[in-house]
């Protein structure tokens, strides 16, 4: 039995909340206060532009955000998906369901068909799989964070600093020939649809047997998704309030 995705769940992806973006937590203060109001939370990664679960500074510099999300937790499902800039996330969160970036992608049941959800950082090639299992390693990461301790958190401020220049709202040309390509070499389970964010490219299309959605990144235009299962299963959306389309 898959876990199921109810109607009115809430799909939100790659916020990359730092020291110039603040609306992920505007967004969650509207759930808190039931100004939106879903029956799930689907996290879908990269909600920080830094999140590491042995890094002390990154810890208490998010700690709202982490207690916010913890009180969304005990009233509705929260699925936090681990992404590329977030993880080692499992002692962080005790309310929230932590989906490990190693455990992805999951399959989850949405009305009479089956879904593929991940962050969308899973399949690289040798090099980006080597060096995302050394920068997820504990033990490196504990290591990392005592010199971090020692030296006045340099080696964290030095990386928010350089993830602070980069330009994460860029169109991929050649979107739907890469996920197409990526399909066709990982996905060999009976699913109908696949969904990930972690590209920022707000795209849906068809390939073979299978939908496709790519979520948008909230850090580049304020958008989440609500599940809508009837007439048809579809992701609706929607626009944080205040902000254009």
């Not at 909600?47 to 990154?58: A, P, R």
């Not at 009479?112 to 040798?126: E, T």
């Not at 070499?185 to 390939?207: C, L, P, T, W």
């Amino acid at each position: 039995m898959y876990p199921n995705i109810k109607e009115g769940a809430l799909f939100i992806s790659d916020a990359h909340e730092n020291d110039k973006r603040d609306k992920f937590y505007h967004f969650l203060r509207m759930i808190e206060s039931k100004e939106i109001n879903p029956t799930q939370l689907f996290l879908m990664g990269d909600m920080f532009d830094l999140l590491v679960g042995e890094v002390k500074y990154l810890k208490n510099k998010y700690k709202k955000h982490i207690d916010l999300i913890e009180k969304i937790a005990q009233n509705i499902e929260v699925f936090y998906f681990e992404g590329n800039h977030d993880f080692s996330l499992e002692k962080i969160f005790k309310n929230a369901k932590v989906i490990d970036i190693n455990k992805q992608p999951v399959v989850f049941q949405i009305s009479n068909q089956k879904i593929l959800l991940s962050h969308g950082d899973k399949y690289g090639g040798k090099t980006h799989t080597f060096y995302t299992s050394i920068i997820r390693s504990r033990t490196i990461l504990k290591t990392l964070n005592a010199f971090d301790e020692l030296g006045n958190f340099f080696i964290s401020k030095k990386i928010e600093k350089n993830l602070l220049k980069k330009d994460i709202c860029t169109k991929i040309n050649n979107f739907k020939e890469i996920i197409s390509n990526k399909i066709e070499k990982n996905v060999d389970i009976e699913i109908d649809m696949i969904a990930e964010g972690h590209y920022h490219q707000n795209r849906s299309f068809k390939y073979k047997k299978y939908k496709y959605i790519n979520f948008s990144s909230f850090a580049c235009n304020q958008s989440y998704f609500i599940v809508q299962l009837s007439p048809d299963i579809k992701f609706i959306e929607k626009k944080l309030r205040g902000y254009d389309v």
